[in-house]
């Protein structure tokens, strides 16, 4: 199993893991929306491969408080194929990317994830790793 950056011959391969995330898409439109990710430098997209597979991703997004002093790293979306869950691979990859972010000098990592029920077992993993939920997150499409 290998941990590294997703590259642009990767980006088709994503379509069945943002499938699984609940985010339904297609190789056309995960390629457009990466085009311009992988040219962002907030933004950093990591993958787990195993055998030329994809087996995990994490896409994360370098910010900075207003409310305080210092940088955080937000992850977007986070995904582990549903064939390799509860096998440990969510908690390596969630500690390669505190990794990540001790490397840059930055101490908080956050995330949001939805309150649908099919999210649970994901709210159960992440207090499990030393995640705390904090806030209700509001969104409005215009």
């Known amino acids: 199993m290998l941990i590294r950056e997703l590259e642009k ?12 995330l609940g985010y339904p898409t297609d190789a056309e439109a995960v390629q457009k929306r990466f085009n311009t990710l992988l ?4 933004y950093h997209s990591l993958v787990m ?10 896409g994360l997004h370098n910010g900075l408080f207003y409310e305080a002093n210092g940088q955080y790293i937000r992850v977007v979306a986070f995904v582990v194929d549903s064939e390799y869950r509860r ?3 969510g908690q390596k990859l969630m500690a ?6 001790k490397e840059k000098g930055i101490s908080t990592i956050v995330l949001n994830s939805g309150n649908r ?4 077992p994901a709210h159960a993993f992440y207090e ?7 806030s209700t997150g509001f969104s409005k499409a215009l």
């Not at 390669?96 to 972010?101: R, V």
């Open 128 to 134: 499990q790793i030393g995640f705390t939920a904090k």
């Open 9 to 20: 011959h990767d980006v088709s391969k994503l379509v069945p893991l943002l499938n699984q």
């Open 96 to 101: 390669y990317i505190e990794g990540y972010a």
């Open 49 to 58: 491969e195993q055998n030329d597979q994809l087996i995990g991703f994490a």
């Open 39 to 42: 040219n962002h430098p907030d």
């Open 87 to 89: 096998m440990g691979l």
């Open 117 to 120: 029920e099919e999210r649970k």
